[in-house]
């Protein structure tokens, strides 16, 4: 049961490395490396915080019974994206500019850089491209969370010519077909 083995992978305070898998179907055509995705285990709850390859990186957290809640990442919209579309994080699906890395991870906090392009679907070009340089804009976060206290989240864009941008609101996402490469259960 996915509860129990939460339960039995709840452990010391940390953050690491993973090759978290979903389904042979959806896993064979994506180009992830081993160890692609970022876990922060918390040792006094039974939840994680995953940064998994198949959401985009974007950070979810994971509960004790399977079930997967995003909370924020950046967006725009409008004149500045390809078509005139939505340019989020979520539109990368083929993770061509996500990017999440460890900064630290103690027995009193980690530190997760979790980057992306605020780019669309379609074409994945990103959004408000410079007419000089060709660079376009980006979500730089930094989420830091400590053991037994709250944590906190710095979030920028490296783009300031935004005419619009928002953080998303939450959203709950479902499945319970999640495992680490290792065998062991991962989140339902």
């Not at 090759?19 to 692609?36: F, I, K």
């Not at 007419?131 to 037994?148: F, I, K, M, Q």
């Not at 490296?158 to 290792?182: V, W």
Request: glycine share 10%; proline share 5%; aromatic share 12%.
């Amino acid at each position: 049961m996915a509860s129990d083995a939460a339960a039995e992978d709840q452990g010391e305070f940390v953050g690491y490395y993973a090759t978290l898998n979903y389904d042979d179907l959806w896993d064979a055509p994506r180009r992830v490396g081993p160890d692609s995705d970022v876990v922060v285990r918390f040792d006094q709850f039974p939840i994680r915080l995953v940064f998994w390859q198949g959401t985009n990186y974007i950070p979810a957290w994971v509960t004790e019974n399977g079930k997967w809640y995003s909370d924020e990442f950046i967006e725009t919209w409008g004149p500045g994206c390809p078509d005139g579309g939505d340019c989020e994080p979520m539109s990368d699906k083929q993770n061509r500019y996500a990017h999440v890395r460890i900064l630290e991870s103690t027995s009193a906090r980690a530190v997760v850089h979790f980057r992306y392009g605020l780019c669309e679907v379609e074409h994945s070009a990103c959004a408000n491209p410079d007419p000089y340089t060709g660079w376009t804009d980006w979500g730089d976060e930094l989420l830091h969370r400590v053991s037994r206290r709250r944590g906190r989240a710095q979030t920028g864009c490296l783009d300031f010519r935004l005419h619009r941008a928002e953080r998303r609101a939450g959203t709950r996402i479902s499945g319970n077909h999640h495992h680490q490469s290792s065998g062991e259960p991962f989140g339902g």
